[in-house]
């Protein structure tokens, strides 16, 4: 097993002579990594908390629309807008998604108006049938086939018409904390006091 073990560490392990700059490479390739991770604040889309959804600001109207909205106390974004059917598919779902977001966002391809995509509306759909069972019956307005979606009947919930950054040009909404060392903060101000 130790032989095993040896033998597939030194298929990878680069010649004498490029092991230093190898090494510096992947320190330096590592280091960004955790840079881009602290910098893009990405541990905390791992938790539910809605103002994850404001580190880019173009969510801003969404979610000043859903904090005077009725779902505000009672649901999350990740509650509507993630599947909650088994932890695995909603983990799953969420890094997917939030690959694309942020992809979009760093490269500055997010539209002007924001518009719900294909995969995103079967989960919203299936998380307001689940949230609302105790609402729905036989006799219930919802089409017996289920192709009738929700908000076609309760457009304004939980974001009203909002679509994009103009529909709330004075919200006012929390704000982040900031991202930058401590040390950058101080000499940034000393460099302000001196000038």
């Not at 560490?9 to 190898?22: C, L, Y």
């Not at 979606?149 to 994009?164: F, I, K, S």
Request: charged share 20%; aromatic share 10%.
């Amino acid at each position: 097993m130790l032989r095993l073990i040896r033998q597939t560490i030194s298929m990878f392990m680069p010649p004498p002579q490029w092991r230093w700059p190898v090494l510096m490479a992947v320190a330096v390739l590592g280091g960004l990594g955790v840079f881009v991770v602290y910098i893009s604040n990405a541990v905390s889309y791992l938790s539910d908390d809605p103002k994850t959804c404001i580190n880019c600001h173009i969510m801003t109207p969404q979610y000043v629309n859903w904090t005077h909205s009725s779902h505000a106390r009672f649901a999350t974004c990740n509650d509507c807008h993630v599947p909650q059917d088994n932890l695995l598919n909603h983990y799953f779902f969420k890094a997917k998604d939030g690959m694309r977001h942020s992809f979009m966002f760093t490269f500055r391809l997010e539209p002007q108006t924001i518009r719900i995509k294909e995969g995103g509306i079967e989960v919203v759909q299936q998380n307001c049938l689940r949230c609302h069972q105790n609402l729905l019956s036989e006799t219930s307005l919802v089409h017996q086939d289920n192709k009738r979606l929700c908000w076609e009947c309760h457009r304004e919930l939980p974001h009203g018409r909002v679509n994009g950054l103009s529909a709330t040009p004075m919200a006012r909404v929390p704000l982040l904390p900031s991202v930058a060392p401590d040390w950058l903060k101080e000499f940034i101000d000393n460099d302000s006091v001196n000038k």
